[in-house]
Protein backbone atom coordinates (compact mmCIF):
# COMPACT_ATOMS: atom_id res chain seq x y z
CA UNK A 1 0.00 0.00 0.00
CA UNK A 2 1.60 3.16 -0.78
CA UNK A 3 1.46 6.83 0.98
CA UNK A 4 2.17 9.81 0.07
CA UNK A 5 2.91 13.82 1.78
CA UNK A 6 0.91 16.72 0.28
CA UNK A 7 1.92 19.94 0.00
CA UNK A 8 -1.52 21.34 1.16
CA UNK A 9 -0.92 22.46 5.16
CA UNK A 10 -3.87 21.12 6.01
CA UNK A 11 -3.52 17.26 4.79
CA UNK A 12 -1.61 15.07 6.84
CA UNK A 13 -1.21 11.97 4.74
CA UNK A 14 -2.77 10.71 1.42
CA UNK A 15 -2.76 7.02 1.15
CA UNK A 16 -3.21 5.38 -2.18
CA UNK A 17 -4.92 1.53 -1.55
CA UNK A 18 -3.73 -0.77 -4.32
CA UNK A 19 -6.50 -2.57 -6.28
CA UNK A 20 -6.46 -5.85 -5.14
CA UNK A 21 -8.77 -8.74 -7.62
CA UNK A 22 -9.80 -11.75 -5.38
CA UNK A 23 -10.95 -13.93 -7.82
CA UNK A 24 -14.14 -13.68 -10.45
CA UNK A 25 -13.36 -10.71 -11.07
CA UNK A 26 -14.24 -9.16 -7.78
CA UNK A 27 -11.80 -6.14 -6.54
CA UNK A 28 -11.27 -4.56 -3.27
CA UNK A 29 -9.02 -0.97 -1.82
CA UNK A 30 -8.23 -1.34 1.27
CA UNK A 31 -7.15 1.98 2.86
CA UNK A 32 -7.20 1.21 6.45
CA UNK A 33 -5.93 -0.12 8.09
CA UNK A 34 -1.98 0.44 6.53
CA UNK A 35 1.14 0.72 9.00
CA UNK A 36 1.59 4.62 8.23
CA UNK A 37 -1.97 5.90 9.74
CA UNK A 38 -4.06 2.33 11.20
CA UNK A 39 -7.10 4.69 12.41
CA UNK A 40 -9.48 7.96 11.61
CA UNK A 41 -11.18 8.54 14.99
CA UNK A 42 -12.71 5.03 15.57
CA UNK A 43 -12.66 4.12 11.92
CA UNK A 44 -9.89 1.20 12.15
CA UNK A 45 -10.88 -0.54 8.08
CA UNK A 46 -12.12 0.96 5.56
CA UNK A 47 -12.71 -1.33 2.09
CA UNK A 48 -13.79 -0.04 -1.30
CA UNK A 49 -15.88 -2.90 -3.07
CA UNK A 50 -15.86 -2.83 -6.96
CA UNK A 51 -17.09 -1.63 -8.83
CA UNK A 52 -17.14 -4.64 -10.45
CA UNK A 53 -19.50 -6.71 -12.80
CA UNK A 54 -19.57 -10.59 -12.13
CA UNK A 55 -20.06 -13.44 -14.55
CA UNK A 56 -23.49 -14.67 -14.16
CA UNK A 57 -23.75 -17.39 -12.07
CA UNK A 58 -21.17 -16.24 -9.64
CA UNK A 59 -21.61 -14.11 -6.85
CA UNK A 60 -20.32 -12.64 -3.51
CA UNK A 61 -19.81 -15.18 -1.08
CA UNK A 62 -18.11 -14.47 1.92
CA UNK A 63 -19.09 -17.26 4.62
CA UNK A 64 -19.26 -17.14 8.33
CA UNK A 65 -16.66 -15.79 10.38
CA UNK A 66 -16.80 -14.17 13.49
CA UNK A 67 -16.24 -10.67 14.93
CA UNK A 68 -15.63 -8.90 18.12
CA UNK A 69 -15.10 -5.42 19.55
CA UNK A 70 -16.24 -3.70 16.71
CA UNK A 71 -19.67 -2.32 14.59
CA UNK A 72 -19.54 -2.99 10.62
CA UNK A 73 -21.59 -0.41 8.37
CA UNK A 74 -22.31 -1.92 4.74
CA UNK A 75 -23.00 1.18 2.51
CA UNK A 76 -24.09 -0.09 -1.20
CA UNK A 77 -23.49 2.28 -4.02
CA UNK A 78 -24.68 -0.41 -7.25
CA UNK A 79 -26.06 -4.66 -6.33
CA UNK A 80 -27.46 -5.91 -3.20
CA UNK A 81 -25.66 -8.24 -0.54
CA UNK A 82 -27.70 -10.94 1.55
CA UNK A 83 -26.77 -10.19 5.70
CA UNK A 84 -26.98 -13.29 7.90
CA UNK A 85 -25.92 -13.39 11.24
CA UNK A 86 -25.80 -15.31 14.81
CA UNK A 87 -28.44 -13.25 16.27
CA UNK A 88 -31.11 -14.46 13.78
CA UNK A 89 -30.40 -11.47 11.64
CA UNK A 90 -31.93 -12.12 7.84
CA UNK A 91 -31.75 -8.70 5.96
CA UNK A 92 -31.15 -8.02 1.91
CA UNK A 93 -28.63 -4.52 1.56
CA UNK A 94 -29.72 -2.28 -1.47
CA UNK A 95 -27.86 1.46 -2.50
CA UNK A 96 -28.54 3.96 -0.17
CA UNK A 97 -29.34 1.58 3.10
CA UNK A 98 -27.38 1.18 6.38
CA UNK A 99 -26.24 -2.35 7.85
CA UNK A 100 -24.70 -1.52 10.94
CA UNK A 101 -23.40 -4.98 12.84
CA UNK A 102 -22.27 -4.54 16.37
CA UNK A 103 -20.44 -7.47 17.41
CA UNK A 104 -19.72 -6.60 20.68
CA UNK A 105 -18.76 -9.94 22.56
CA UNK A 106 -18.84 -12.17 19.79
CA UNK A 107 -21.08 -11.86 16.80
CA UNK A 108 -20.63 -14.42 13.37
CA UNK A 109 -22.54 -13.22 9.88
CA UNK A 110 -22.52 -14.04 6.40
CA UNK A 111 -22.87 -11.98 3.21
CA UNK A 112 -23.70 -13.30 -0.59
CA UNK A 113 -25.47 -12.41 -3.25
CA UNK A 114 -29.24 -13.42 -3.53
CA UNK A 115 -29.83 -15.85 -5.73
CA UNK A 116 -31.76 -13.70 -8.39
CA UNK A 117 -28.70 -11.32 -9.35
CA UNK A 118 -26.58 -14.66 -9.23
CA UNK A 119 -28.75 -15.60 -12.35
CA UNK A 120 -28.00 -11.99 -13.98
CA UNK A 121 -24.41 -11.85 -13.44
CA UNK A 122 -24.03 -9.61 -9.97
CA UNK A 123 -23.31 -5.71 -9.98
CA UNK A 124 -21.29 -4.82 -6.76
CA UNK A 125 -20.29 -1.10 -5.69
CA UNK A 126 -20.17 0.19 -1.99
CA UNK A 127 -18.50 0.81 1.11
CA UNK A 128 -17.22 -1.18 4.09
CA UNK A 129 -16.27 0.11 7.00
CA UNK A 130 -15.12 -0.88 10.82
CA UNK A 131 -15.40 1.19 13.42
CA UNK A 132 -13.79 0.13 16.91
CA UNK A 133 -15.86 -0.18 20.07
CA UNK A 134 -15.12 2.22 23.25
CA UNK A 135 -12.98 -0.09 25.78
CA UNK A 136 -16.31 0.49 28.26
CA UNK A 137 -18.37 -0.89 25.40
CA UNK A 138 -16.39 -4.17 23.93
CA UNK A 139 -18.32 -6.66 25.45
CA UNK A 140 -21.61 -5.21 25.03
CA UNK A 141 -24.10 -7.82 23.35
CA UNK A 142 -24.44 -8.25 19.53
CA UNK A 143 -27.05 -6.34 17.82
CA UNK A 144 -28.08 -5.66 13.97
CA UNK A 145 -29.64 -2.72 12.98
CA UNK A 146 -31.23 -1.88 9.26
CA UNK A 147 -32.16 1.69 8.25
CA UNK A 148 -33.43 1.86 4.43
CA UNK A 149 -32.86 4.50 1.95
CA UNK A 150 -35.81 6.98 3.27
CA UNK A 151 -34.19 7.13 6.51
CA UNK A 152 -31.23 8.17 6.01
CA UNK A 153 -30.93 12.50 5.51
CA UNK A 154 -30.51 14.70 2.79
CA UNK A 155 -29.60 18.19 1.96
CA UNK A 156 -28.25 20.58 -0.28
CA UNK A 157 -25.22 22.51 1.02
CA UNK A 158 -24.54 25.57 -1.68
CA UNK A 159 -25.49 22.85 -4.68
CA UNK A 160 -23.47 20.25 -3.15
CA UNK A 161 -25.38 16.79 -2.20
CA UNK A 162 -25.47 15.40 1.43
CA UNK A 163 -26.24 12.29 2.72
CA UNK A 164 -25.57 11.89 6.24
CA UNK A 165 -24.96 8.13 6.98
CA UNK A 166 -23.67 8.35 10.40
CA UNK A 167 -23.51 11.40 12.93
CA UNK A 168 -24.48 14.82 12.78
CA UNK A 169 -22.98 17.30 10.22
CA UNK A 170 -24.62 20.14 8.09
CA UNK A 171 -27.73 20.51 10.07
CA UNK A 172 -28.11 16.50 9.10
CA UNK A 173 -28.72 13.94 12.00
CA UNK A 174 -27.99 10.66 10.80
CA UNK A 175 -30.72 7.42 13.07
CA UNK A 176 -27.84 5.74 13.36
CA UNK A 177 -27.14 4.63 17.16
CA UNK A 178 -23.52 4.59 17.85
CA UNK A 179 -21.60 4.25 20.53
CA UNK A 180 -18.80 7.16 20.24
CA UNK A 181 -19.02 10.14 18.48
CA UNK A 182 -18.40 10.13 14.63
CA UNK A 183 -19.47 11.21 11.36
CA UNK A 184 -19.84 9.19 7.98
CA UNK A 185 -20.97 11.56 5.25
CA UNK A 186 -21.48 11.36 1.40
CA UNK A 187 -21.15 14.14 -0.90
CA UNK A 188 -21.92 14.93 -4.27
CA UNK A 189 -20.06 18.38 -5.89
CA UNK A 190 -21.11 19.34 -9.18
CA UNK A 191 -19.03 20.58 -11.72
CA UNK A 192 -18.09 23.29 -10.15
CA UNK A 193 -18.71 23.34 -6.52
CA UNK A 194 -17.28 23.74 -3.54
CA UNK A 195 -17.57 21.72 0.18
CA UNK A 196 -16.23 22.73 3.37
CA UNK A 197 -15.44 19.48 5.34
CA UNK A 198 -16.96 19.68 8.88
CA UNK A 199 -14.56 20.76 11.73
CA UNK A 200 -16.54 18.99 14.57
CA UNK A 201 -14.29 15.72 15.04
CA UNK A 202 -11.09 15.61 15.53
CA UNK A 203 -9.60 13.19 13.12
CA UNK A 204 -10.81 13.72 9.90
CA UNK A 205 -10.41 11.75 6.18
CA UNK A 206 -12.04 12.09 2.96
CA UNK A 207 -12.58 9.26 0.08
CA UNK A 208 -12.70 10.10 -3.39
CA UNK A 209 -15.61 7.97 -5.01
CA UNK A 210 -15.23 9.61 -8.45
CA UNK A 211 -14.05 13.12 -10.11
CA UNK A 212 -11.33 15.31 -8.52
CA UNK A 213 -11.09 17.79 -6.30
CA UNK A 214 -8.73 20.35 -5.03
CA UNK A 215 -7.70 21.80 -1.97
CA UNK A 216 -5.76 24.76 -2.35
CA UNK A 217 -4.68 24.16 -5.90
CA UNK A 218 -3.24 20.75 -5.62
CA UNK A 219 -5.46 17.87 -7.28
CA UNK A 220 -7.22 14.66 -5.24
CA UNK A 221 -8.24 11.75 -7.37
CA UNK A 222 -10.59 8.60 -7.24
CA UNK A 223 -9.75 5.92 -4.53
CA UNK A 224 -7.37 8.05 -2.54
CA UNK A 225 -8.00 8.41 1.03
CA UNK A 226 -7.43 11.95 2.26
CA UNK A 227 -6.41 12.29 6.00
CA UNK A 228 -6.81 15.64 7.66
CA UNK A 229 -4.93 17.84 9.87
CA UNK A 230 -7.09 18.51 13.70
CA UNK A 231 -8.30 21.42 13.16
CA UNK A 232 -7.61 22.69 9.75
CA UNK A 233 -10.28 24.37 7.55
CA UNK A 234 -10.37 22.27 4.49
CA UNK A 235 -12.73 23.46 1.12
CA UNK A 236 -12.51 21.01 -1.55
CA UNK A 237 -13.21 22.40 -5.04
CA UNK A 238 -14.41 20.27 -8.62
CA UNK A 239 -14.25 21.40 -11.76
CA UNK A 240 -16.02 18.82 -13.31
CA UNK A 241 -17.58 17.05 -10.17
CA UNK A 242 -16.68 14.63 -7.82
CA UNK A 243 -18.26 11.98 -5.57
CA UNK A 244 -16.72 11.33 -2.02
CA UNK A 245 -17.37 10.38 1.53
CA UNK A 246 -16.22 12.03 4.62
CA UNK A 247 -15.70 9.70 7.77
CA UNK A 248 -14.01 11.36 11.36
CA UNK A 249 -14.42 10.99 15.14
CA UNK A 250 -12.88 11.26 18.51
CA UNK A 251 -9.81 9.23 18.51
CA UNK A 252 -9.10 6.87 21.72
CA UNK A 253 -6.76 7.03 24.27
CA UNK A 254 -5.66 2.95 23.96
CA UNK A 255 -4.34 2.22 21.50
CA UNK A 256 -6.35 -1.10 19.27
CA UNK A 257 -5.15 -4.43 18.64
CA UNK A 258 -6.07 -5.97 15.16
CA UNK A 259 -6.18 -9.54 14.01
CA UNK A 260 -8.17 -10.75 11.40
CA UNK A 261 -12.01 -10.00 11.81
CA UNK A 262 -11.03 -9.54 15.51
CA UNK A 263 -10.40 -5.82 17.01
CA UNK A 264 -9.66 -5.33 21.07
CA UNK A 265 -8.38 -2.92 23.23
CA UNK A 266 -6.39 -5.71 25.33
CA UNK A 267 -4.13 -8.40 23.28
CA UNK A 268 -5.38 -11.10 25.42
CA UNK A 269 -8.95 -10.73 24.81
CA UNK A 270 -7.85 -11.33 21.03
CA UNK A 271 -6.03 -14.32 21.95
CA UNK A 272 -8.89 -15.63 23.71
CA UNK A 273 -11.33 -14.78 20.52
CA UNK A 274 -8.91 -16.97 18.57
CA UNK A 275 -9.70 -20.42 20.72
CA UNK A 276 -13.26 -19.41 20.93
CA UNK A 277 -13.39 -19.92 17.15
CA UNK A 278 -11.37 -22.65 16.48
CA UNK A 279 -12.99 -24.48 19.70
CA UNK A 280 -16.63 -23.54 17.99
CA UNK A 281 -17.93 -21.93 21.04
CA UNK A 282 -19.08 -18.30 19.09
CA UNK A 283 -22.81 -18.84 18.41
CA UNK A 284 -23.69 -20.27 14.62
CA UNK A 285 -25.53 -18.76 11.86
CA UNK A 286 -29.27 -20.54 11.05
CA UNK A 287 -29.22 -22.22 8.22
CA UNK A 288 -25.30 -21.87 7.28
CA UNK A 289 -22.86 -24.49 7.75
CA UNK A 290 -20.12 -23.43 5.73
CA UNK A 291 -17.72 -21.02 8.24
CA UNK A 292 -14.22 -19.60 7.48
CA UNK A 293 -11.22 -21.05 9.25
CA UNK A 294 -8.90 -19.09 11.56
CA UNK A 295 -6.13 -17.94 9.38
CA UNK A 296 -2.32 -18.98 10.99
CA UNK A 297 -0.09 -16.82 12.48
CA UNK A 298 0.58 -14.56 11.55
CA UNK A 299 -2.50 -13.67 10.35
CA UNK A 300 -2.66 -12.11 6.72
CA UNK A 301 -4.39 -8.92 5.80
CA UNK A 302 -8.12 -9.05 6.41
CA UNK A 303 -10.17 -9.88 2.96
CA UNK A 304 -13.08 -11.14 1.39
CA UNK A 305 -12.68 -15.00 0.66
Do not use: C
Request: net charge negative; glycine share 10%.
Amino acid sequence: MAVRNSRVDGVDLVVLPPSRDLGDGFTVRRALPQPQRRMVGPFIFFDQIGPVELRPGTGLDVRPHPHIGLATITYLFDGEILHRDSVGSVQPIRPGEVNWMTAGRGIVHSERSPDAARAIGPNMSGLQLWVALPAAHEETAPTFVHHGASEIPEGRMDGVAVRQIVGAADGLVSPVKTLSDMIYLEATLPPGGRYRVPEDQVERAFYLLSGEVTVDGQPFGPSELVVLKPGAEIVLESARGARLVVVGGEPFPEPRHIYWNFVSSRADRIEQAKQDWRAGLFPAVPEEREFIPLPPDPAPPVRYP
